[in-house]
Each structure stands twice: as structure tokens, then as C-alpha cells.
């Protein structure tokens, strides 16, 4: 019975310091201010991978080179062309 009542009148106890500390640290934190809590801006987010089939494709139209014999559109890597075979003109001479 006395044990009962002391059991909770130290867990009001406990509240109304915890009430009394949070309120009284409100307040604090009101005047004085955070100085880096609100000013913080968030981490941007991590950049997103490339898209391998953009990439992919963006590659495939850079390394593709028309042929001026026949029109034809062959890779730039090819030593001549796979239709007529003239040889192509390299890029990089
Ligand atoms: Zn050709």
C-alpha cells in the first residue's frame, strides 16, 4: 500500500521534473537561439548514376561514321567500309 503510493508519486515526481526541464530548455533554446540548427542546409542528394542505355547509345552515335562512297553507316573503329570497302577517313590521324 505505502510502497504502491510511494511507487507513483516518484513517477509524477519524475514527470513534472522532466515537464519543468523540457520547458525551462525551450525556453533556453528560444533566446539564446541554435545558431547551426536552422541554417544548416540538407546534404544534397548523391547524384544519380548514369543511365547506361542513354550512355550507351550516345557512344553508339559518336562512334558510328557515314561512309562517303555509299552512305552507309559504319562503325568508326572499322578500318573501311563493310558494304563498299572504301577506306574511311580516321578521326584521329
Ligand atoms: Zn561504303
Do not use: H, N
Not at 18 to 35: A, H, I, M, N
Not at 51 to 70: F, K, S
Request: proline fraction near 15%; glycine fraction near 8%; include cysteine.
Amino acid at each position: 500500500m505505502g510502497l504502491l503510493l510511494k511507487i507513483i508519486l516518484f513517477g509524477v515526481a519524475v514527470y513534472a521534473v522532466w515537464k519543468t526541464f523540457s520547458r525551462w530548455k525551450g525556453l533556453f533554446d528560444r533566446f539564446v537561439g541554435k545558431p547551426d540548427e536552422p541554417a544548416r542546409p540538407a546534404p544534397p542528394p548523391p547524384a544519380p548514376p548514369a543511365d547506361p542505355v542513354a550512355t550507351r547509345r550516345t557512344v553508339a552515335i559518336e562512334d558510328t561514321v557515314q561512309c562517303a562512297g555509299c552512305g552507309a553507316y559504319v562503325p568508326s573503329s572499322a578500318e573501311k567500309c563493310v558494304q563498299c570497302g572504301r577506306p574511311l577517313p580516321r578521326p584521329q590521324s
